[in-house]
């Protein structure tokens, strides 16, 4: 049955979008269903930069909001990829680009030629190219913008101006300007809340987005499965630093390693939203901040130092209640999958809500997604890195799933059915998202893709030439395109 009244506990990018999204639903499917959102202008964000993956576009265009005013009002940039400095080894590079050429040239075996060419696999992506210009995804033709490629790229904002710009966009949504103070609970969950002003709203759904408070989801009982012995870092130092006058922006995150943990770099228009996430068992906190310090050449101001308790909630989904976002998980921001997860957690809850098995479906899903996200971020830390207390313990520590993955991609390159499909189609941890990473950090069989390709020379010679097509057109399409930040300037 759907809610006649949800209630959604906490703005920002989680609410915001929770709001947009579950209006959208149920305008389409006609539920009549009345939308609260209870946030406080007293609660503050910390607001140093997020990354989204390209599902927040697809959002965007779904809910048929101006791409153009998204990113002149939110001072966005674009994202194509992230950059990985010194995780291999110091002085190594390597970039993920989010795009996947598979999907233009099906039944050939683009990444294992690069391979066993002793290429990057990234060189046939034509994100790759773009990034390696600087340059925006359109070029600029008679005054018409002209898309360079196919693919969804993706953004970096600061996240009160974006959840500003969302709330702005959200209509026939009722807003209270309150705190919770207290929950009331009956036998099916939530049945009010009582907020600091004496009010008491009802309702018969709730979403807790108040981030790591779980205002909602804690009075419920929500159990907390942590993954400190999965994930090795458990602090994190946000900090600012100003974007120079005349500089490009790099349309890419920067995850860059350090002898502790690593760097954090979001580009938005006006500023670089920054952090140190580490481990306080090889470091302290002043420590971090002069290795920071150090490796920028100049001095920070860091907003806070955040304890990390890298995790998820046993069931996201108790009761008539569902936590979203930072409530329901959290892990260190290294593939941005906090805002991904949230997206594609609402196109679940949109599906279930009201079915028989929804909350059991959901709260699968959900787990396994977090699990899965868990995984691919502890990939990143297989490294030849020793040159610190922190490498070595981490290179002891590696779980036995990931040892057991990489075994397997040491016989042949990930396949799509090393990846279970995820409930009702939606966007997922696939092989073109693992395959730069394992390329980047060497963890990819050369002689074992040579052996692959030399099963079919057909193939192997049709691959070769869709691969340099693909490079050439991408180098000339990037020529073409806008300066990435010139273009951002224009909107």
Sequence with gaps: MAPRHLVIV?????????????????????WGTKITVIESSKIGTIGVGEGSTAVFRQMLKHLALDEAEFLRESGATIKYAIRHRDWRRVGHSYDGPIDDPSLLTPGLALDTYAVAAGRPVAEAHVFQHLLN??????????????????????????????????????????VIDDQVRSV?????????????????????????????????IGPLGADWLSYAHMLPVNRAMP???????????????????????????IPTQDRYGMGYVYSDAHTTPDQAKAEVEAALGHEIHPRNDIAIDAGRLKSAWI??????????????????????????????????????????????AVARQVDDFRDFIRLHYVSERRDSPFWRDVAES?????????????????????????????PHLQGQLYT???????????????????????????????????V???????SQCAPHRAWLGSL
């Design 10 to 30: 906490g703005g920002g990018t989680a609410g915001w979008l929770a709001a947009l999204m579950l209006a959208d639903v149920a305008g389409r499917k006609g």
């Design 133 to 174: 210009a600087n340059r925006a995804p359109v070029a600029i033709k008679d005054g018409r913008s002209i898309p360079a490629s196919p693919f969804h790229h993706a953004f970096h904002f600061d996240q009160a101006r974006a959840g500003a710009w969302l709330r702005k966009k959200a209509k026939g949504i009722s």
């Design 184 to 216: 009331e609970t009956g036998e099916g969950g939530i049945t009010a809340l009582v907020l600091d002003s004496g009010a008491r709203v009802e309702g018969d759904f709730f979403l807790d987005c108040t981030g790591f408070r779980r205002a909602l």
């Design 239 to 265: 900090f600012w630093v100003d974007l120079k006058d005349g500089v490009e922006i790099a349309p890419c995150t920067t995850a860059w390693a350090q002898k502790n943990g690593w760097i954090w770099q």
């Design 319 to 364: 009761g008539n209640c569902v936590a979203l976002g930072l409530s329901s998980s959290f892990l260190e921001p290294l593939e941005a999958t906090s805002i991904h997860g949230t997206i594609v957690q609402l196109m679940l809850l949109a599906e279930w809500l009201g079915h028989p098995t929804g909350q059991v479906l959901y709260n699968a």
């Design 398 to 426: 590696h779980p036995q799933n990931v040892r057991d993955r990489l075994a397997l991609w040491q016989t042949r390159l990930p396949q799509a059915q090393d990846f279970d499909p995820f409930p009702l189609g939606l």
């Design 436 to 470: 730069p990473v394992l390329d980047g950090l060497g963890l990819l069989n050369r002689a074992a893709a040579k052996a692959e390709m030399e099963t079919s020379p057909a193939l192997r010679d049709k691959t070769r030439m869709a691969h340099a097509s693909l």
């Design 472 to 478: 050439r057109d991408y180098t000339r399409a990037a």
